[in-house]
């Protein structure tokens, strides 16, 4: 997938599989994407029947043009390829993407992904259909985030998991400003990591959860230094989050304009020119950014005055 084309992920609204009351929620968002959770919020003895849950909320519901993913358990767990086989086989057609957890090796996704050609097989749906998103939650699958991503072609994002990453490297805390004496960002190193890796095979780097909805600055702030660091978008915890994630992860009106500018300048450059825009060169990469930008606001809807 080619992000930024077909449809924004500044916005990944998590949603228990099982909470018919956040399910119904999730219908009146402005997520970006809505993925049914049928891991980490749920306990182990709700997995099973949560799968039934996931599928008649697929199914009796109108999603509109909104994509659906839902989240699987891990691979290293009893549960992962019933999550599989049941969704899939049931609702396969309406799913979008498909989240794999605590991914540690390459190897995790290859097993997800061999299981998963086979339930579309057998389900009468293209193999290849449903793109594989894959989260980082520990310090081996961040050791290995770099060969992770080349993994496998179904590849549609690559998400940072905070909270399991706390607990593998036994960090004070998982939101930024946890440790007020920290002189810089908390997560600055992992989150560069992810970012890399994904831009490295051309898919969007999601941040994960700030679980404090009340805290609305905070929430903005980890959006803001997510976005500097290459970021694309963010799991939102409830819903009154999707408004600032999904103005902070699309062009500001400033950055559109530039865009529009450095394009015009290269298009309309004499044959010889160097075309130079505020005193930079404007070479092909940067047309191309420019380009990216464009298409990203053309998505989001923002068409700043000129």
């Not at 992904?113 to 293209?126: D, I, R």
């Not at 092909?284 to 990203?296: D, P």
């Amino acid at each position: 997938m080619e992000f930024g084309i077909d449809y924004l992920l500044r916005s990944q609204l998590a949603t228990p599989a099982n909470s018919t009351q956040m399910i119904d929620d999730a219908l009146e968002s402005d997520a970006d994407q809505v993925f049914f959770d049928l891991e980490d919020s749920l306990h182990a003895s709700e997995k099973a029947d949560a799968r039934a849950s996931l599928v008649e909320a697929v199914r009796t519901r109108e999603w509109g043009e909104t994509p659906l993913s839902y989240r699987i358990n891990s691979v290293r767990t009893r549960w992962w390829y019933e999550d599989v086989i049941e969704v899939v086989t049931a609702v396969g057609t309406e799913i979008e993407s498909l989240i794999v957890p605590k991914v540690r090796e390459p190897a995790d996704l290859r097993t997800v992904e061999t299981l998963l050609e086979s339930v579309e097989t057998n389900a009468g749906l293209e193999p290849g259909g449903i793109d594989l998103l894959v989260q980082v939650e520990d310090a081996a699958g961040m050791g290995n985030v770099e060969e992770i991503v080349h993994a496998t072609d179904r590849l549609g994002a690559v998400i940072f998991g905070p909270g399991d990453y706390s607990a593998s490297i036994e960090s004070k805390g998982h939101v930024l400003g946890a440790d007020s004496d920290y002189p810089g960002h908390y997560w600055h190193y992992p989150l560069s990591r992810i970012s890399h890796a994904a831009a490295s095979v051309d898919v969007p780097a999601i941040d994960g959860l700030y679980t404090n909805v009340e805290d609305v600055e905070g929430f903005r702030e980890s959006c803001r230094y997510a976005r500097m660091l290459g970021f694309d978008g963010k799991w939102v915890i409830h819903p009154a989050q999707t408004a600032a994630a999904n103005e902070l992860f699309a062009p500001a009106d400033e950055e559109v304009d530039r865009a529009r500018t450095v394009i015009e300048t290269y298009e309309t450059a004499a044959p010889g020119e160097v075309p130079t825009e505020d005193g930079r060169v404007v070479d092909e990469e940067t047309v191309e950014m420019a380009r990216h930008i464009l298409r990203k606001a053309e998505l989001a809807g923002v068409d700043p005055s000129r």
